[in-house]
DNA sequence: AAACTCACCGAAAAGGTTTTCTGAACATAG
DNA sequence: CTATGTTCAGAAAACCTTTTCGGTGAGTTT
């Protein structure tokens, strides 16, 4: 049977009795007040073993006003970029004694609206809203009677904090590695321009161009986050452009696309043109021919970063409020240097 | 600021205060006990309305026994397997009234032991374990108080209640798709061996073949779940046999890599040759030059239904034990059909 | 010996809700 | 007018833990 025998709960008392002393004194003599002399709590402590007793969290948050949870809501577990900042405030929650309720919007307002009101008349201690774009989100607002922290996609109010990725940083990045392997004919494929991720990338890499005085080939090409994107633009800039030498691109999937184009127009990667891309998701990039240089976005450290935050929230430290932005990180692969 | 007032949460005794009557009264009023006239119970809900209470779940389950949240214990996030069954365990239970506490073990047995305690001593109505493989795990054995169905990969302990992909059936599904578009010689690329999903689909396959009068093309070639095997193998099948019409694949990462071969073969996809994958992950399958056919395991499906199965264990019922097997769909894309 | 300090323990309240049981008001039947 | 029943409201207990405060006994001081 799946079903085991309810078997009630082993409660305080049932220690107490055991230890032959009151309930007042074995609560005391657990949680280490004084007040208890060493010999009767270890008693105690013995008995507690003994009858393996956890006390009721329900029982000690109804008193304490603290749970010792924190919600999770997500808009859209499906996508992504969720999931590993997920895994971060997951990581981060768990070595403390706090649990995570998880609750997914799907990208409704209404729902999200439900599950708010679920997580806090659970009590939760805190909250992380979890967006999928890094365009900012709507606020939850600041009738919230615990720390709210926004992770990826940052809150339109300035009054909260957010943690969000520092994509402009990203393009920057991207660029000075090209240009550190000596790719000075440099084109960019992205994705929608409705995304500020777009765009910020888009920044950046027109800063740090600039910078090393330097053009884009052509204009930035948006349109979608996709591998057909990817394969159609490359096909446009290498004919219109041969003297390409390094396609940038807005995510690893256009990369791959890119890739794929330029394999069918015999350039070779990375000698004759180097393509990268952002994200640095795993099962595109090491799967490439080459394997592809990405830019990541260290997205499980943004996880624990907002974990940390509400930490500190719950700590009693003012946290501050405004928009922390999380730098990514170079991953260099065969895709823009030869291996030796 | 990212912390608002603590604004003591309005209580059932505020409630009762405002309508004019004793908690008690307030309390039956709200929750459709009968012993209330109709006008007082209006009387209260205006109250309850008027103040947005909303009743402390930790004080109710403390009385009830019952806390209405349910432990999600995984044992990889990162898998993109497990996510799918997550949401649809999500949503099923946010529908109710109860929440999901989320744990990742990271497929550390420690980790997981540690986790079980904590949402034990939590006092969740049920527990659901997502297991990264189809390969049976170790049962959580039965001195756990709430009922516990195993998702994915099933428990070794046949007392235990499991829910997970049909492997075999899928593969005879496969290859049933593949023989009614008068496919003969069919080869087969799978993972690695150590996999039960491998063996299961393989076996499926086999029996199709032979229920349909064929043989595979080769052995069945065993190795990783990558498009790199997926290249290579596809490269060492395609020219040892060229008589081949149908390259089944044992998932769309492979078959991903098989397309790239069949195309630097200068083989046409599905004309000359049919490609098709398992697991339908719709960033490869929908990107891919044709777009791939492929088998969707129904993973939301079994995310739900393993939620169900907690939800009638919760009521009562029993929910048997044994292991279930969800089917999966076949996906018909352009690289086993060619688009009219 | 009385007054005092000190160390330790337990009774009781608190937290918010549900449920059971008692009781009051009123209506109906005899 | 009494007996019986019906309908509804409230008091109180229960759930389990923590904390405050009062109390007991032993030891110490005057």
């Given at each position: 049977?799946?079903?085991?025998?309810?078997?009630?709960?082993?409660?305080?008392?049932?220690?107490?009795?055991?230890?032959?002393?009151?309930?007042?004194?074995?609560?005391?003599?657990?949680?280490?007040?004084?007040?208890?002399?060493?010999?009767?709590?270890?008693?105690?402590?013995?008995?507690?073993?003994?009858?393996?007793?956890?006390?009721?969290?329900?029982?000690?948050?109804l008193l304490a006003g603290r749970t010792g949870t924190v919600g999770l809501l997500t808009s859209d577990l499906e996508g992504r970029f969720v999931?590993?900042?997920?895994?971060?405030?997951?990581?981060?929650?768990?070595?403390?004694?706090?649990?995570?309720?998880?609750?997914?919007?799907?990208?409704?307002?209404?729902?999200?609206?439900?599950?708010?009101?679920?997580?806090?008349?659970?009590?939760?201690?805190?909250?992380?809203?979890?967006?999928?774009?890094?365009?900012?989100?709507?606020?939850?607002?600041?009738?919230?009677?615990?720390?709210?922290?926004?992770?990826?996609?940052?809150?339109?109010?300035?009054?909260?904090?957010?943690?969000?990725?520092?994509?402009?940083?990203?393009?920057?990045?991207?660029?000075?590695?090209?240009?550190?392997?000596?790719?000075?004919?440099?084109?960019?494929?992205?994705?929608?321009?409705?995304?500020?991720?777009?765009?910020?990338?888009?920044?950046?890499?027109?800063?740090?161009?600039?910078?090393?005085?330097?053009e884009l080939v052509g204009d930035v090409m948006y349109s979608e986050w996709s591998e057909r994107w990817g394969r159609d633009a490359a096909a446009?800039?290498?004919?219109?452009?041969?003297?390409?030498?390094?396609?940038?691109?807005?995510?690893?999937?256009?990369?791959?696309?890119?890739?794929?184009?330029?394999?069918?127009?015999?350039?070779?990667?990375?000698?004759?043109?180097?393509?990268?891309?952002?994200?640095?998701?795993?099962?595109?990039?090491?799967?490439?021919?080459?394997?592809?240089?990405?830019?990541?976005?260290?997205?499980?450290?943004?996880?624990?970063?907002?974990?940390?935050?509400?930490?500190?929230?719950?700590?009693?430290?003012?946290?501050?409020?405004?928009?922390?932005?999380?730098?990514?990180?170079?991953?260099?692969?065969?895709?823009?240097?030869?291996?030796?």
């Open positions: 049977m799946a079903r085991a025998e309810p078997a009630r709960a082993v409660t305080l008392s049932d220690v107490a009795r055991l230890a032959g002393v009151s309930v007042a004194t074995a609560s005391k003599a657990l949680n280490g007040r004084d007040q208890v002399k060493d010999s009767t709590r270890q008693r105690v402590v013995e008995a507690a073993d003994q009858l393996s007793f956890s006390p009721n969290p329900l029982a000690r948050g999931i590993p900042i997920l895994m971060g405030a997951e990581d981060a929650f768990g070595a403390g004694q706090v649990n995570v309720f998880l609750c997914d919007a799907r990208g409704d307002t209404i729902r999200e609206q439900y599950h708010l009101r679920a997580l806090l008349s659970r009590r939760v201690d805190g909250l992380i809203v979890v967006g999928r774009q890094t365009d900012p989100r709507p606020s939850l607002g600041h009738d919230i009677p615990v720390p709210v922290v926004y992770a990826y996609a940052p809150s339109d109010d300035p009054a909260d904090l957010s943690i969000t990725p520092d994509n402009v940083s990203a393009g920057r990045l991207a660029v000075e590695h090209l240009v550190a392997c000596g790719r000075t004919r440099i084109a960019h494929i992205t994705g929608e321009h409705a995304y500020a991720a777009a765009r910020d990338r888009a920044e950046g890499v027109q800063a740090a161009l600039h910078a090393a005085g330097l446009v800039l290498l004919t219109r452009h041969p003297e390409i030498d390094a396609v940038l691109c807005g995510s690893d999937q256009i990369s791959r696309g890119a890739l794929d184009t330029a394999r069918d127009l015999g350039r070779t990667v990375p000698d004759d043109v180097a393509v990268m891309g952002f994200d640095n998701w795993e099962v595109l990039t090491t799967n490439a021919r080459p394997e592809l240089t990405s830019i990541d976005a260290n997205l499980q450290q943004l996880g624990r970063t907002a974990a940390q935050r509400v930490f500190a929230a719950l700590d009693g430290v003012d946290i501050g409020s405004g928009t922390e932005y999380v730098a990514g990180r170079l991953v260099i692969r065969g895709s823009t240097v030869a291996r030796r």
